[in-house]
T-cell receptor
Framework: DAKTTQPNSMESNEEEPVHLPCNHS???????IHWYRQLPSQGPEYVIH???SNVNNRMASLAIAEDRKSSTLILHRATLRDAAVYYC????????????FGAGTRLTVKP | NAGVMQNPRHLVRRRGQEARLRCSPM?????VYWYRQLPEEGLKFMVY????????ESGMPKERFSAEFPKEGPSILRIQQVVRGDSAAYFC??????????????FGPGTRLTVL
């Protein structure tokens, strides 16, 4: 399975943008890039996913490099409620649906 | 539409006892996944089930662990003769269809198992 690499932790100030990077240099042409986050004592929740083009939704934006070997999750204005562990995951369409979670990036948001 | 429900939320067992964890997927979802999370680690895939079928159990320990998703009722993750190393948070997720084409999984709040 293709692996992802993320920084262990990042800090942000409240109401400032946050850019969470993810490297996936062994990504295959059909892998989707998914982001989930896990708030303390909760199950993970879906944030966003994409294949090639940049994506926006109400939670975040996903910027995908042209060669697809890296991507960046962008939170436009961090709030204290965004403090969580963020996971970048590659999913193959021919896979049996399991998602391989790495250690993720622990985001701390300072007031 | 209620989300994925798991019960109990907390379960304490003594070594050698059995643990039964239940997961009710979201309405209309026929695909269920179980994950285990050890403290300070990411989630590890255990098993993927559809109604009455185990599709992928490559992440399940070979002994003591079993899972089912009957035609009626919740999915059950069963751990026999629990040991302290089984202490973890167990998460269930569901999706309405196969994960092909990047389908989203919806997670429950988890069951935190403590083995004394």
């Amino acid at each position: 399975d293709a692996k992802t690499t993320q920084p262990n932790s990042m800090e942000s100030n409240e109401e400032e943008p946050v850019h969470l990077p993810c490297n996936h240099s062994t990504i295959s042409g059909t892998d989707y890039i998914h982001w989930y986050r896990q708030l303390p004592s909760q199950g993970p929740e879906y944030v966003i996913h994409g294949l090639t083009s940049n994506v926006n939704n109400r939670m975040a934006s996903l910027a995908i490099a042209e060669d697809r070997k890296s991507s960046t999750l962008i939170l436009h204005r961090a709030t204290l409620r965004d403090a969580a562990v963020y996971y970048c995951i590659l999913r193959r369409p021919d896979n049996n649906n399991d998602m391989r979670f790495g250690a993720g990036t622990r985001l701390t948001v300072k007031p | 539409n209620a989300g994925v429900m798991q019960n109990p939320r907390h379960l304490v067992r003594r070594r050698g006892q059995e643990a039964r964890l239940r997961c009710s997927p979201m309405k209309g979802h026929s695909h269920v996944y179980w994950y285990r999370q050890l403290p300070e680690e990411g989630l590890k895939f255990m098993v993927y089930l559809q109604k009455e079928n185990i599709i992928d159990e490559s992440g399940m320990p070979k002994e003591r662990f079993s899972a089912e998703f009957p035609k009626e009722g919740p999915s059950i993750l069963r751990i026999q003769q629990v040991v302290r190393g089984d202490s973890a948070a167990y998460f269930c997720a569901s999706s309405p269809r196969s994960g092909r084409w990047g389908n989203e999984q919806f997670f429950g709040p988890g069951t935190r198992l403590t083995v004394l």
